[in-house]
């Protein structure tokens, strides 16, 4: 990342980070937390993101965390942030990251029963098939209609 | 008669609410998706004891139509487009956040004309949102006549839009490097009549609601967050503000030039719904100050940049220079490429901090598209905000965080 400086730390350290940037380094706002998917080019699959403001200094920073694997898990920082509960939700949604000790892992976005995670890049941009009478039960039969998937 | 047990149609939510209410000693309500005081499509399923709301559980998504998955999918300026429709009543406030973060990633240069009109327009948008907002949290608290009013002066700065872009609401008039065009002759007019036309209105407004105290009842003690609670859910704008936290991204790191005016960021004590409504009338003001001081100096020059690899050659240049139309022709065709990189870049929407991340690998089109929408931590702070609150306050605490679904949902 260009802006704001960006550092790059492993999965097994961001709780600890965020602990220590919120208490010793003032950055008490979290900004924001999404997560990107290089596949196939790069290995380490997806990248997490963390961006934090600090509103006593005035300033941006931002955390890059490679994960590894179709499945990957991190530790939740919703401990440390409480905002990023629902942006973590948002990742599960959209990647499939899971976040372990989440207090509410659900999807947020998308409908509870929906099987994939859209925003991965082997997630095709598909569009939905218009369901008429003379057609509804054929299409139905292709639809997700399962359980939601456990978090 | 034998007892039944009770049949809940909400799986998915069951682990949420208490032990009570699946013993039935609490109620559960469901309020919306389809409700005119949730401002949009939002579902809450509320806890209630009695009348007192014990747990409310916000469901989101209906809205949800995979902007950031169809803008991968889009060139550069197509995806524009899409930003508008993120959050409804700030569309020059998205387009700005989007043409910044691609500026910062491709070290575009915008001249300072075009700077200042984007200025005047992201301050009437948030001006012309906070109307919005005015007249249904009024009319949500029954004071009906609000919302005509708002509305009524809400239509006078569409109709600038209109003037510059042709459009009332999804302009897409600011585009990467400046705008899509010169500003009109009438446009200083326009809006110079609005700015002696409203400073009286706001006045009208403060008469009807300020010292009212049906107004007053309703609001003030009600849906209260702490400064400390605020910064820990991620809130920013004018609820970061009413609870008495000065921040505001357009004093904190300038973008577009707001480091030239003179403006003051208004701060409530309380952090209830009240000082959230004294600080948006308040900085409804503070816009009117910048886009006077904007339109007093807004300089000549050019509308655009002047890099052909972003932005279109002049339709003269055409007829006349064969560069001109490789230009035109390569930007039409397949569009400019951003050099590789990632920024994440904050402006403040009326509604808070709104962040664009964008990544590009190089390409004419964005490889990731994510926006930190205020909208969404807004909704996310419903609970805490709520907790305690009757029905009928839960309906102003949602006006007072004022949510835009779409920008929720994107």
Same mark, same amino acid.
């Given at each position: 990342?260009?802006?704001?400086?960006?550092?790059?730390?492993?999965?097994?350290?961001? &709780?600890?980070?965020?602990?220590?940037?919120?208490?010793?380094?003032?950055?008490?706002?979290?900004?924001?937390?999404?997560?990107?998917?290089?596949?196939?080019?790069?290995?380490?699959?997806?990248?997490?993101?963390?961006?934090?403001?600090?509103?006593?200094?005035?300033?941006?920073?931002?955390?890059?965390?490679?994960?590894? !694997?179709?499945?990957?898990?991190?530790?939740?920082?919703?401990? &440390?942030?409480?905002?990023?509960?629902?942006?973590?939700?948002?990742?599960?949604?959209?990647?499939?990251?899971?976040?372990?000790?989440?207090?509410?892992?659900?999807? &947020?976005?998308?409908?509870?029963?929906?099987? !994939?995670?859209?925003?991965?890049?082997?997630?095709?941009?598909?569009?939905?098939?218009?369901?008429?009478?003379?057609?509804?039960?054929?299409?139905?039969?292709?639809?997700?209609?399962?359980?939601?998937?456990?978090? | 008669?034998?007892?039944? #047990?009770?049949?809940?149609? @909400?799986?998915?939510?069951?682990? %949420?609410?208490?032990?009570?209410?699946?013993?039935?000693?609490?109620?559960?309500?469901?309020?919306?998706?389809? /409700?005119?005081? *949730?401002?949009g499509?939002l579902? %809450?399923?509320?806890?209630?004891?009695?009348?007192?709301?014990?747990?409310?559980?916000?469901?989101v998504?209906?809205l949800?139509?995979?902007?950031?998955?169809?803008?991968?999918?889009?060139?550069?300026?197509?995806?524009?487009?899409?930003?508008?429709?993120?959050?409804?009543?700030?569309?020059?406030?998205?387009?700005?956040?989007?043409?910044?973060?691609?500026?910062?990633?491709?070290?575009?240069?915008?001249?300072?004309?075009?700077?200042?009109?984007?200025?005047?327009?992201?301050?009437?948008?948030?001006?012309?949102? /906070?109307?919005?907002?005015?007249?249904?949290?009024? %009319?949500?608290?029954?004071?009906?006549?609000?919302?005509?009013?708002?509305?009524?002066?809400?239509?006078?700065?569409?109709?600038?839009?209109?003037?510059?872009?042709?459009?009332?609401?999804?302009?897409?008039?600011?585009? #990467?490097?400046?705008?899509?065009?010169?500003?009109?002759?009438?446009?200083?007019?326009?809006?110079?009549? @609005?700015?002696?036309?409203?400073?009286?209105?706001?006045?009208?407004?403060?008469?009807?609601?300020?010292?009212? #105290?049906?107004?007053?009842?309703?609001?003030?003690?009600?849906?209260?967050?702490?400064?400390?609670?605020?910064?820990?859910?991620?809130?920013?704008?004018?609820?970061?503000?009413?609870?008495?936290?000065?921040?505001?991204?357009?004093?904190?790191?300038?973008?577009?030039?707001?480091?030239?005016?003179?403006?003051?960021?208004?701060?409530?004590? /309380?952090?209830?719904?009240?000082?959230?409504?004294?600080?948006?009338?308040?900085?409804?003001?503070?816009?009117?100050?910048?886009?006077?001081?904007?339109?007093?100096?807004?300089?000549?020059? #050019?509308?655009?940049?002047?890099?052909?690899?972003?932005?279109?050659?002049?339709?003269?240049?055409?007829?006349?220079?064969?560069?001109?139309?490789? /230009?035109?022709?390569?930007?039409? *065709?397949?569009?400019?490429?951003?050099?590789?990189?990632?920024?994440?870049?904050?402006?403040?929407?009326?509604?808070?901090?709104?962040?664009?991340?964008?990544?590009?690998?190089?390409?004419?089109?964005?490889?990731?598209?994510?926006?930190?929408t205020?909208s969404f931590?807004g909704i996310?702070?419903?609970?805490?905000?709520?907790?305690?609150?009757?029905?009928?306050?839960?309906?102003?605490?949602?006006?007072?965080?004022?949510i835009v679904l779409g920008d929720c949902d994107r």
């Amino acid at each position: 990342m260009s802006y704001p400086p960006t550092l790059i730390a492993q999965p097994e350290q961001i &709780v600890e980070i965020s602990q220590a940037l919120r208490d010793e380094y003032k950055f008490n706002l979290l900004c924001e937390l999404t997560a990107v998917d290089y596949w196939p080019e790069e290995e380490p699959r997806f990248n997490m993101l963390y961006g934090y403001y600090s509103i006593s200094e005035n300033s941006r920073m931002a955390i890059r965390v490679p994960l590894n !694997g179709d499945h990957p898990t991190i530790q939740t920082i919703s401990g &440390v942030y409480p905002g990023a509960n629902w942006h973590e939700r948002e990742v599960w949604d959209m990647f499939g990251i899971k976040f372990e000790n989440h207090p509410d892992l659900r999807r &947020v976005l998308m409908p509870y029963d929906w099987e !994939g995670h859209p925003l991965r890049k082997d997630y095709p941009l598909g569009y939905e098939e218009p369901q008429f009478t003379f057609n509804y039960d054929e299409i139905d039969k292709r639809k997700h209609h399962g359980r939601y998937e456990e978090a | 008669m034998t007892e039944q #047990p009770l049949e809940y149609d @909400f799986p998915e939510l069951k682990h %949420l609410v208490s032990e009570r209410a699946l013993k039935g000693e609490t109620v559960l309500l469901n309020m919306g998706p389809q /409700h005119p005081s *949730t401002h949009g499509v939002l579902r %809450l399923l509320l806890e209630l004891d009695g009348e007192v709301i014990v747990n409310c559980i916000p469901d989101v998504g209906f809205l949800h139509t995979g902007i950031e998955k169809n803008m991968e999918a889009k060139r550069w300026e197509l995806a524009e487009v899409m930003t508008d429709r993120t959050d409804y009543l700030n569309n020059t406030g998205n387009n700005l956040a989007y043409c910044l973060a691609i500026e910062k990633l491709a070290d575009l240069d915008v001249p300072p004309r075009a700077q200042a009109v984007r200025v005047i327009l992201a301050e009437l948008e948030r001006i012309s949102n /906070h109307l919005v907002w005015l007249g249904t949290q009024a %009319l949500d608290l029954a004071a009906q006549s609000m919302f005509l009013y708002c509305f009524r002066e809400r239509e006078s700065i569409l109709d600038i839009k209109e003037l510059c872009s042709g459009q009332r609401m999804m302009t897409t008039f600011f585009r #990467p490097g400046g705008l899509w065009r010169d500003i009109p002759a009438e446009f200083e007019i326009a809006v110079r009549r @609005f700015l002696r036309m409203f400073p009286g209105r706001i006045k009208q407004y403060e008469a009807l609601l300020t010292k009212n #105290p049906i107004f007053t009842d309703r609001t003030k003690k009600i849906g209260r967050i702490s400064a400390d609670q605020a910064i820990s859910l991620s809130l920013t704008g004018p609820v970061l503000r009413g609870s008495g936290v000065a921040y505001d991204v357009r004093k904190a790191q300038p973008y577009s030039g707001y480091e030239q005016y003179d403006f003051v960021i208004p701060t409530g004590t /309380h952090g209830d719904v009240y000082d959230r409504y004294l600080v948006r009338i308040e900085e409804m003001r503070q816009s009117l100050r910048i886009i006077q001081q904007a339109l007093d100096k807004l300089p000549l020059g #050019p509308f655009r940049s002047n890099n052909r690899k972003y932005v279109p050659p002049p339709r003269a240049e055409l007829g006349t220079s064969m560069e001109a139309v490789i /230009h035109h022709f390569k930007l039409w *065709t397949e569009g400019f490429k951003v050099p590789k990189g990632a920024t994440y870049l904050p402006v403040e929407s009326p509604k808070g901090e709104l962040g664009y991340y964008l990544e590009s690998n190089g390409g004419n089109q964005p490889y990731r598209i994510h926006m930190r929408t205020p909208s969404f931590l807004g909704i996310q702070a419903l609970p805490v905000l709520a907790k305690g609150h009757l029905v009928a306050d839960l309906v102003a605490i949602i006006g007072s965080v004022d949510i835009v679904l779409g920008d929720c949902d994107r």
